[in-house]
């Protein structure tokens, strides 16, 4: 049996098409074949709420009177690129305070979702028709043009659990790694992972309408750093880092109860973000995608003691989710660096909201590239 988007969003807008999260569909499958999956259930939303650094937003502040070419712009401190426009900048949530290194864009973006007031601070060398040379106001969600989330890279396909093999603490974007092995950190929301869902990128791709940190965003191409030739497991999965999504949205619309900013001690700003993907069910195929489960998800656990990052061992997430695996001969605690409770709050809400006919799907208008490795810096200095 196949089914296509039209059917799926005709069935949404009469209210009858059967929702359910990827969790559900993953105990379903205890009992029902991928035939009888793929019959019954339209729509399976998937979610994932964890730290996405490659992140960042477009703000337009309006001009002022006289106007101004803004060349260098400060929000609260914080530094954001303005070699685009006029009164344009984009903000990296990375982007750390000249005064305070605990503080940073995704600090910045969070107040603005908040509706709190930012102080900008902007200079310019001033020109014919740009003739102000600096600048310093309150701005706020409300006073703004635009601020749109753009994210280049989010939402990893798979990801290597980290371990540390030296007897020193090591400050990492996976969190404190123990000495000698001490412990190990995963991220992800395993069989609720979007991508995870879709290994193959059959319902995933450019025009996917996705939910946002709030509000309905959209998938604009594929992710940087994307990687469609990683090694797989039997069931399709990757083994390592592999798939990545590029995504855009009205961060007027956003909540910050699913975006907030984050600081990894030693290490930096980072962004938790929360993304939702609903998957229609068109086949057997998609039903059998969808119906993985965390002991069928694997991922190799990499040692960050070390610069090159060696591959140890190999976990599954049913594991590494009962918070600890035996590992180089012991017990070793584990730790998710993302939250499955925020995820599963995600998914359940994106399905509402497919169910009440708040939310449709889009078909894509292009795939993802396939066969697409990955290059390497070479320095010359």
Not at 365 to 372: A, H, L, M, T
Request: net charge neutral; glycine share 8%; aromatic share 8%.
């Amino acid at each position: 049996m196949t089914k296509t988007y039209q059917e799926i969003n005709e069935k949404i807008a009469k209210g009858e098409a059967l929702v359910m999260t990827a969790e559900e569909v993953s105990r379903l499958a205890e009992t029902l074949s991928v035939e009888e999956i793929a019959e019954k259930v339209d729509v399976v939303t998937t979610a994932t709420f964890g730290p996405m650094c490659s992140s960042g937003a477009f703000i337009n502040f309006g001009h002022p009177d006289p106007a101004m070419r803004m060349e260098k712009i400060f929000l609260n401190n914080v530094e954001a690129y303005a070699g685009i426009a006029a009164v344009d900048a984009y903000l990296g949530v990375t982007q750390e305070s000249e005064k305070d290194l605990t503080y940073g864009g995704a600090h910045v973006i969070e107040a603005l979702i908040r509706g709190d007031k930012v102080e900008l601070v902007a200079t310019a060398k001033g020109t014919d028709c740009y003739p102000r040379k600096k600048i310093r106001a309150m701005i706020s969600r409300e006073t703004v043009n635009e601020m749109i989330l753009h994210n280049p890279r989010n939402a990893y396909q798979n990801y290597p659990a980290a371990t540390n093999s030296t007897q020193d603490k090591k400050y990492t974007y996976m969190g404190i790694l123990k000495p000698e092995h001490g412990n190990v950190t995963y991220s992800t929301s395993g069989e609720l992972s979007p991508l995870l869902n879709d290994p193959f990128f059959r319902t995933i791709g450019i025009g996917t309408r996705i939910f946002l940190a709030g509000a309905q965003g959209y998938v604009t191409w594929n992710g940087t750093q994307f990687k469609s030739d990683s090694e797989r497991n039997e069931f399709g999965i990757p083994l390592l880092n592999a798939g990545t999504l590029t995504v855009t949205g009205d961060m007027k619309e956003m909540s910050t109860e699913f975006i907030r900013a984050a600081y990894y001690k030693k290490y930096g700003v980072s962004m938790f973000i929360g993304i939702g993907v609903p998957i229609p069910v068109l086949d057997a195929d998609i039903a059998r995608r969808v119906s993985i489960r965390n002991e069928q998800i694997e991922t190799y656990i990499r040692d960050y003691g070390n610069p090159d990052h060696p591959i140890l061992a190999k976990a599954n997430y049913k594991d590494l989710r009962s918070g600890k695996i035996e590992f180089n001969g012991k017990m070793v605690p584990t730790t998710a660096m993302s939250s499955l409770k925020k995820a599963r709050k995600i998914a359940d809400l994106l399905k509402e909201q497919v169910q009440k006919g708040e939310f449709f799907l889009t078909e894509p208008v292009q795939g993802f590239p396939e066969n697409k490795s990955l290059k390497n810096l070479k320095a010359i200095d």
